[in-house]
């Protein structure tokens, strides 16, 4: 089935570790989307990328990185330097050229990180 | 920049009822605009969108929204509440011109009781 796939579903990171959070679509998607989801805020935006190989800072993109070697692919790493990285995690992917946001978004099922 | 607001934390409704989720939006120019759903620990699943057109716009599992420009306003509807219908619901907006990041809203629980 065509879809977004995020892995995985539940991780646990240790302080001063750092993490990558996978996310996989096939649905031939250019642009590809991380947010983050606390309760009470709704979703920010971490990073997105148009393009492969082109990744632009969101809105909360300090503490983390991103890489879009392939079109498939999104990994989101949570580096030591995210003070507060316990959330839940979500991929997001779209497609089209240009004006690509007048499509709507598809998104993984997403993964929840707990700093232990 | 642009902004949604959700003025509801909760919204309840009985089995059979009409259900309203508000939203209200603040974006330079016109607006795109979108409901998402999201059950509990999982992805947000895609409703309707306005993009141009009819005002009124119509969706999966019943539900529909009505785009009103001068009240930048975009209500979620459904003429007939089910239990199923309990989750988190997003509004979200982003303008028409060029890439801009699309902004959600905090979200609105609806919760549907027997």
């Known amino acids: 089935d065509g879809g977004i796939t995020q892995s995985p579903k539940y991780l646990f990171r240790k302080e001063g570790q750092n993490v990558t959070l996978s996310c996989e679509q096939n649905?031939?998607?250019?642009?590809m989307y991380w947010y983050r989801q606390d309760p009470g805020q709704g979703l920010r935006l971490i990073y997105y990328?148009?393009?492969?190989?082109?990744?632009q800072k969101g809105d909360i993109a300090e503490g983390y990185s991103v890489s879009r070697e392939k079109k498939e692919s999104f990994p989101l790493t949570v580096t030591s330097a995210q003070k507060n990285p316990t959330a839940f995690y979500l991929c997001a992917s779209s497609t089209g050229q240009g004006r690509f946001l007048n499509t709507e978004a598809f998104f993984g099922q997403g993964t929840r990180l707990t700093v232990v | 920049a642009q902004s949604v607001a959700q003025p509801e934390d909760q919204v309840n409704v009985a089995e059979g009822n009409p259900l309203t989720v508000k939203c209200t939006y603040s974006v330079s120019g016109n607006p795109y605009l979108f409901w998402y759903v999201q059950y509990p620990n999982r992805g947000l699943q895609f409703l309707l969108k306005y993009i141009t057109g009819d005002n009124l716009v119509k969706g999966s599992y019943g539900f529909e929204a009505e785009f009103n420009k001068s009240q930048t306003s975009f209500h979620l509807k459904k003429p007939s509440a089910l239990v199923s219908d309990s989750a988190l619901y997003f509004c979200?907006?982003?303008?028409?011109?060029?890439?801009?990041?699309?902004?959600f809203g905090t979200g609105t629980r609806l919760l549907v009781s027997p």
């Open positions: 979200a907006v982003s303008p028409n011109t060029g890439f801009q990041k699309l902004v």
């Open positions: 990328s148009q393009i492969v190989n082109d990744f």
């Open positions: 649905l031939n998607h250019d642009a």
